[in-house]
């Protein structure tokens, strides 16, 4: 069963269901006041996808949802088959203007075993050891970002994070060491967070170094979980670029934030991650608006994967959008989801795939 069938599913049987439509408008009053940020710039910045696979068998989720009362159920109240279990990761280099680099990961994924290996792929496990990794940030604590945190947490429990203030209750236990794991495929830790802990809140940027930062956005998403950390990087000659897990905001709503609110914010250079522009695999005419849109600011480089939508990204390739094309790395790898399986466009970013911005 393919993603776009199995979300068509859940949109089926799920009344009422919250879905960001990519257009966005969460932005507050409060941002559109913010006086313009200067938070310096850097030289380039590397995104490796550690992983953008959530789960392998969408027939199977779909099924484990439904069963606990659909796609409104809260995340820790499903009962998951473990087998199908991924997650999604992207590790962050950030090269500063005199050269010095400085790693940052994004999310920690589902399935601990999942993300033990490709982790060990990716070499994030010995980074994390070595603690060549300064910073991570929780985009948000939805089931395929947060749940897999013992796989950071066990190499590195002091490692500094920011984490969404949105996050659920049983989040906030789980980073300190809960166990919700005799529901299957639901988290455990036995690697309680001890290092520096900035909780995220609206209206406020949170700099990382100069020409990185964090902007927490209030955005609706699935299975309860709400609220969604995004990272802002400036780099020199070239503009700004975001770095997201979900883009629950709307892609349009991050552009012009930067616009808005950084100083030369009209120059905007690229994105990377999942944009939940079409993640249903439906069409819609406001999706050939967020193309549209996306045009209008002339960016050089959308890397796209995880709930971006096939659709929407061979749609873009083709309307000229300068969509980022992956490689078949991702097939090498112990698991490969029946959506990869069938792609030959390689229209995503995949699973050991690097873009330098």
């Not at 087998?83 to 990761?89: M, S």
């Not at 090269?95 to 290996?117: F, H, Q, R, V």
């Not at 050891?129 to 940030?137: F, P, Q, Y």
């Amino acid at each position: 069963m393919k993603r776009r069938n199995f979300l068509k599913g859940l949109a089926a049987g799920s009344a009422g269901l919250a879905i960001s439509s990519g257009v966005g408008t969460m932005t507050t009053s409060a941002y559109a006041k913010r006086k313009k940020e200067d938070f310096g710039e850097v030289k380039s910045v590397k995104v490796e996808c550690v992983s953008e696979t959530s789960w392998f068998d969408n027939a199977t989720l779909g099924k484990d949802i439904k069963a606990a009362g659909g796609i409104n159920t809260n995340q820790y109240d499903v009962a998951y088959n473990e087998e199908n279990l991924g997650g999604y990761a992207a590790l962050i280099e950030v090269e500063a203007l005199d050269g010095t680099k400085t790693k940052y990961l994004m999310d920690s994924g589902w399935s601990n075993d999942w993300m033990d290996y490709v982790f060990a792929q990716s070499g994030v496990d010995k980074m994390l050891k070595n603690k060549e990794i300064d910073t991570m940030v929780i985009s948000h604590d939805h089931i395929d970002h947060y749940f897999g945190i013992e796989s950071t947490l066990k190499h590195q429990p002091d490692i500094k994070m920011y984490f969404p203030s949105t996050s659920m209750e049983k989040s906030f236990a789980l980073l300190k060491g809960a166990d919700f794991s005799k529901t299957p495929g639901c988290p455990k830790n036995a690697f309680p967070h001890t290092g520096e802990l900035i909780v995220t809140k609206p209206d406020k940027l949170y700099k990382l170094q100069d020409g990185a930062a964090v902007v927490f956005f209030d955005a609706p998403a699935t299975l309860q979980v709400r609220g969604e950390n995004v990272m802002y990087f400036k780099v020199k000659d070239k503009g700004y670029v975001t770095v997201t897990g979900c883009c629950h905001p709307g892609i349009l709503t991050l552009i012009n934030y930067a616009r808005r609110n950084f100083k030369d914010g009209k120059q905007m250079y690229g994105c990377y991650g999942g944009l939940h522009i079409s993640p249903f695999e439906n069409w819609d005419p406001k999706m050939d608006d967020i193309i549209a849109g996306v045009q209008q600011y002339d960016m050089d480089k959308i890397a796209c994967n995880h709930c971006t939508g096939w659709i929407w990204a061979e749609k873009a390739v083709k309307a000229g959008l300068p969509i980022v094309k992956g490689t078949d790395k991702f097939r090498s790898y112990k698991k490969v989801g029946t959506l990869a399986k069938a792609n030959t466009s390689n229209i995503y970013t995949g699973n050991g795939d690097v873009v330098v911005f």
